[in-house]
């Protein structure tokens, strides 16, 4: 079993970056696979970003091609999603998650272990 713990979000205005951290407990991090998700108010959470267990492959929403960036650290058990020129529409909660079988990274039902999640507001 694994616990993740976000941090990193806040306020911040169109245009500006964040980094978010995913932090996972135990020590079988390089096993799951990571995903990064999001839900804004009224919205269904859907899928933000992933990335497989060694880190060669990455995968992205379309509307976060070129402004996100997911990576991880299997040292320090930790996964990143560095966000970029955000915009308005980015404000959501962000959950970070883990993927123990090997399987589709895009549905969240894919995914096994969830953090809380942190906010992320961009204003206008």
């Known amino acids: 079993q694994v616990q993740l713990v976000e941090s990193g979000g806040g306020l911040v205005q169109a245009g500006g970056s964040l980094r978010l951290s995913c932090a996972a407990s135990g020590r079988t991090f390089s096993s799951y696979a990571m995903g990064w998700f999001r839900q804004a108010p009224g919205k269904e959470r859907e899928f933000v970003a992933a990335?497989?267990?060694?880190?060669?492959?990455?995968y992205y929403k379309d509307s976060v091609k070129g402004r996100f960036t997911i990576s991880r650290d299997n040292a320090k058990n930790t996964a990143y999603l560095q966000m970029s020129s955000l915009k308005p529409e980015d404000t959501a909660v962000y959950y970070c998650?883990?993927?123990?079988?090997?399987?589709?990274?895009?549905?969240?039902?894919?995914?096994?272990?969830w953090g809380q999640g942190t906010q992320v507001t961009v204003s206008s």
């Open positions: 998650a883990a993927q123990s079988v090997v399987a589709g990274v895009l549905s969240e039902d894919e995914y096994d272990y």
């Open positions: 990335i497989s267990r060694s880190g060669g492959a990455t």
